[in-house]
């Protein structure tokens, strides 16, 4: 093995450590995003601001299919990015009417359970801190 | 080709998580002087406060309060960072994110889930994009009256096109297309125009006028083009290339001889420093084909060997 092999495997040895500690970090805040996600989901239901809410949900979505992937968590990742995708299109038009709405949840909100199912499920699987 | 790891970058991303990523993956790369902003807001604070300039920008696109898109604009409309590489990062694939990204200044877009190879490859190509710009840019500062010796800018270097709406480096444009990819790139057509006389011209007067001619060829195929959507790039070699919306009829007739009857005073003032007379070529529209097996930003360089193919053609009836 030559010199240049060695520091690169080193390289990569110590990025995957790195990436770990990092994949672990973002299992802990899972917790918090769901609260947050349930919060935001309550306020669509009990029409509650809710084009803010549907727009923080889309947002807190991409935030969550920036990184899962990277992460390993490609089924997350796919997850959010139909979220992202369906309520950040349903959030781009200037209004929408109540009849929209509740058209869209009940078509979406399946996706945003799955979504938050799969956190939950990557939660109880992660190993004790 | 290694990396050139002495690179000063700004990473902005609003989530932390990402940041950390990206942390590792630059450390993994050899890059050690990155500064990480979590807002566009707190970026720009970081360029007022910096004394050193950054050699690259790394913006995430969809952020709270001030998104990426205007970030860019912001960062381009300083001085010192015309000419620094930006890449946007998104997990966003629409169009209109990627086509307004583009249009504010952006050189480069990487796709999240980003993985190291492809930003180790992102990172190079910015970086030789950063210094073939900053020795252009240079140049090109000369019609903002600054001054320069004989300078090394040859015929065949792209010039930018400044205060131009939809003008776009042409390394840029490439970009755009390998983003957009083949099918979404059905959605153009790409122009390509051989200016005749340019390099009589570069050779007869000199860098600052041959920037200054091409800023006006410029502007005024954009007017012609500008009825739909365009983006136009300076390819150099006398050449420019633009993407037009692939609904919007195009005749390479037509628009030369328009584009050609509206340089007609601007040759009475060329003739005044340069004998031969600046014409312009228009080649024929060149599409993407869905089922391709070739790089998206291949109709553009089909687009530019049209042009010239119609220049050489008509040489040869003269």
Redesign the interface.
Known sequence: MTAMTRTQLS??D??TK??AQ?RA??VE?LDERILDLEGLKAMVIKGQRRGEALQAIA?QA??I???????GFESL?TLA?KV?EAYAEFCSAPSRSHEELVAFWRANSPALEAMLDEMERLMDSAPPA | MEHDTTMRILAVDDEPVFLDILEQHMVALGFTDVVYCESAEDALSTLDGAGQGFDCFLVDIKMPGMDGIELCKRIRRRPDCQATPILMLTAMSESNYVDAAFLAGASDYITKPINKMELSARLRSAGELGRERSRVAALTSTLKGQTFGQSALTYSDPVRLHDLEGAVDYVALKNYALTLGNLRMLNWQAVGFHLTGASEFLAATGPAEYIEMMQDVGSILFDILKLGRVMIAHAGSGNFVALIGRERAYDPDETQSSVNALLVPFNDYYRTVCPVQIGVIAGHAKRSALLSFQPADRSIEQALSSALTRAANAALTV
């Open positions: 390289g990569s110590h990025l790195r990436v990092v970090g973002f805040t947002n991409h935030r299919r920036g990184v899962a992937g990277t992460l990742g990015g992202d």
